[in-house]
């Protein structure tokens, strides 16, 4: 893959953490029915911000960002699940909205990384 298409591939994929984060905090926000909200939150919390991140900041393909970052987005609800029940504070929507926070502003910085990485001729 060259510059470019490494490129583009990160910013597609900055743009699509973007978009699922904000789709599914609206969806939360907005207390649509579960079969519209769950879906979209499901999305967005396999998405990220484990891949994002992974191809921010480490050297991984985007095949093997996208293995590991899945892995990585289930273990990481899962823990944020736990701390929750675990502190007496169980609320899904908080934990969920944090976790889409987390993946809107990783996906911004991927985006930036990869716009200034191409202008620049480096490989993001």
Known sequence: MDVKDTGRADRSLGVL??????AA?????????WEVRFPMVVLACLIGPAIPALRLWTEL???TACVVGLGVDVALVMVVAQAMVLAGAWGPSA??????????????????????????????
């Open 95 to 124: 934990g969920v909205l944090l976790l889409l926070a987390v993946t809107g502003v990783v996906g911004l910085l991927l985006l930036r990384h990869s716009a200034t990485a191409v202008a620049g001729g480096e490989a993001p």
């Open 17 to 22: 953490a973007i978009v699922l984060a904000v």
């Open 61 to 63: 393909d985007l095949w």
């Open 25 to 33: 905090a609206v969806c939360v926000l907005a207390s649509l029915p």
